[in-house]
């Protein structure tokens, strides 16, 4: 079975920081590239950023351009999101999946909150 399982998330203050995981498995990294997600109370789910394992590529959602960085490790097969300068609208569900992302693969989220 493929389980893609995000972790790291939490309540912090605006302007702070957290670190999210992505541990996948059931997957090799390098067939795909994979990507974090997030949805907010009443909003749809949108991509944050994305990373091709096999090339390096990454990509980046204008809103998190500049504050967050995504990176893989496919020797664990883990795959992160380092957010900073966080912002109340950062508020959401947190989750990982492959690009272009499988229904089946979704897994819990993490809850991010940041308070103003």
């Known amino acids: 079975d493929v389980q893609l399982q995000a972790s790291g998330g939490g309540l912090v203050q605006a302007g702070g920081s957290l670190r999210l995981s992505c541990a996948a498995s059931g997957i090799t990294f390098d067939d795909y590239a994979i990507g974090w997600f997030r949805q907010a109370p009443g909003k749809g789910r949108e991509g944050v950023a994305c990373i091709s394992s096999k090339d390096g590529r990454v990509f980046y959602a204008p809103s998190a351009k500049g504050r967050f960085t995504i990176s893989t490790d496919s020797a664990t097969n883990m795959v992160y999101l380092q957010m900073n300068s966080l912002k109340p609208e950062d508020t959401a569900v947190y989750y990982c999946?492959?690009?272009?992302?499988?229904?089946?693969?979704w897994g819990q989220g993490t809850q991010v909150t940041v308070s103003s």
């Open positions: 999946n492959t690009v272009p992302a499988i229904y089946s693969y």
